[in-house]
């Protein structure tokens, strides 16, 4: 088995604690050197300044190669591309494009009417400036909002023609998931690189809120397993061993990339990518 390249999402922090947290987190995950992390936007835009804020942080302390959310909610497009400018001027030239979810009790997406109208729009403004690497989202499993898989598919076809270099997806549970997403998006001439995004549980009640909100399907051997494991209180052990086996299907099945939502915390995150052999890489004047 190869080892993989692996990147990061972190979140911004809303309190004092929460920034301890999220430094915690990078200091701990940086040494297995990923390619790049991203930060995301809170829901509806919610956390715009605070994103924009962490980005810059972690790219002048830490070193890594940064990617920032922008999503074309509650903006216009001028103060979409002005966020755009300020973080190239900072040295940040990734880009993780979205069309970004409406604010809490608004109902589906809205175009600002000064906005882009979609994901699409915000990345063919992105790739004229000819400034950033554009990443953006696919979906193995149908968006809610989305008529069918193949129209997702054929969606996520429009935003690399657009001009994105590539495509992170949504989390899921099985292997056989993405693979079959892989092939659909073979078939329609997607060549672009499909990262899969691998979220670590670190509770299942959580996480099994989270899937049913945005459309993943939860294998009933899933709530069967975590139900045995709470019982013995071996969540943590079975996390560990689940989210490993999925990484290795994936590695097995040819993938070379994974992408860790961490949610900020990164112990469990960073033992898996030790049992992929993903550690630290060792600096021999530490030892000599």
Request: net charge negative; glycine share 6%.
């Amino acid at each position: 088995m190869i080892r993989p390249n692996v990147s990061f999402e972190f979140f911004p922090p809303k309190s004092l604690e929460a920034s301890f947290r999220l430094w915690e987190t990078v200091q701990t995950l940086s040494p297995l050197e990923p390619t790049f992390v991203s930060v995301t936007y809170g829901a509806g835009g919610t956390t715009r300044t605070l994103t924009h804020e962490a980005v810059e942080t972690i790219h002048k302390t830490s070193g890594l190669n940064v990617a920032a959310h922008l999503t074309c909610v509650d903006a216009t497009k001028a103060e979409t591309l002005e966020i755009a400018r300020q973080y190239a001027d900072a040295g940040v030239t990734e880009i993780v494009a979205l069309r970004g979810d409406a604010p809490k009790n608004t109902g589906r997406f809205a175009a600002h009417p000064d906005g882009f109208a979609d994901s699409c729009e915000l990345i063919e403004a992105l790739a004229k400036t000819g400034t950033f690497t554009i990443r953006v989202g696919a979906y193995p499993e149908a968006h809610p909002e989305a008529a069918s898989a193949q129209a997702d598919v054929d969606w996520l076809k429009r935003k690399l023609d657009a001009g994105a270099q590539s495509a992170i997806t949504q989390f899921f549970f099985e292997a056989e998931t993405f693979f079959r997403f892989r092939d659909a998006c073979d078939k329609a001439g997607i060549t672009a690189p499909i990262i899969p995004g691998i979220l670590p549980i670190e509770n299942w009640s959580g996480v099994r809120k989270f899937a049913a909100a945005c459309g993943t399907a939860i294998p009933a051997w899933l709530d069967e397993a975590f139900a045995a494991a709470q019982r013995d209180s071996r969540e943590d052990l079975l996390a560990t061993a689940l989210c490993s086996e999925l990484c290795t299907d994936l590695l097995e099945g040819g993938v070379e990339n994974l992408h860790f939502y961490t949610l900020n915390k990164p112990e469990l995150t960073r033992d898996v990518c030790h049992a992929l052999g993903v550690t630290p890489k060792l600096d021999l004047k530490d030892v000599a």
